[in-house]
Nanobody, 119 residues
Framework: QVQLVESGGGAVPAGGSLRLSCAAS????????FGWYRQAPGKQRELVAV???????NYADSVMGRFTVSRDNAKSRVFLQMNNLKPEDTAVYYC?????????????WGQGTQVTVSS
């Protein structure tokens, strides 16, 4: 089906920036909602930023104004530009893609990339 691979995580000081990338493979028809979730230790996974096939973004309140999600449909990639990072942004960030494939609808997840923000 659809496989997702994240990259771009790392450790940065507060106020720094990171750019996450997610590459999708095995897409036969389309990716509709494409974006990012995160999970910190002891917390539930939460939506960070998702972008629809039409380009409409959906952000968590905590990241609006600091993060920007974008997608490259030709290359089946989604990006997350993270600016003014805060220690509370520390989490494992997961790429997520939902859409239509050969066998019907799918909901695929990457294995995650660690983002650590120090104060």
């Amino acid at each position: 089906q659809v496989q997702l691979v994240e990259s771009g995580g790392g450790a940065v000081p507060a106020g720094g920036s990171l750019r996450l990338s997610c590459a999708a493979s095995g897409v036969t028809f389309s990716i509709n909602d494409f974006g990012w979730y995160r999970q910190a230790p002891g917390k539930q996974r939460e939506l960070v930023a998702v972008i629809s096939s039409g380009g409409a973004p959906n952000y968590a309140d905590s990241v609006m104004g600091r993060f920007t999600v974008s997608r490259d449909n030709a290359k089946s990639r989604v990006f997350l530009q993270m600016n003014n990072l805060k220690p509370e942004d520390t989490a494992v960030y997961y790429c997520n893609a939902r859409g239509l494939g050969f066998k019907g609808v799918y909901d695929s997840w990457g294995q995650g990339t660690q983002v650590t923000v120090s104060s």
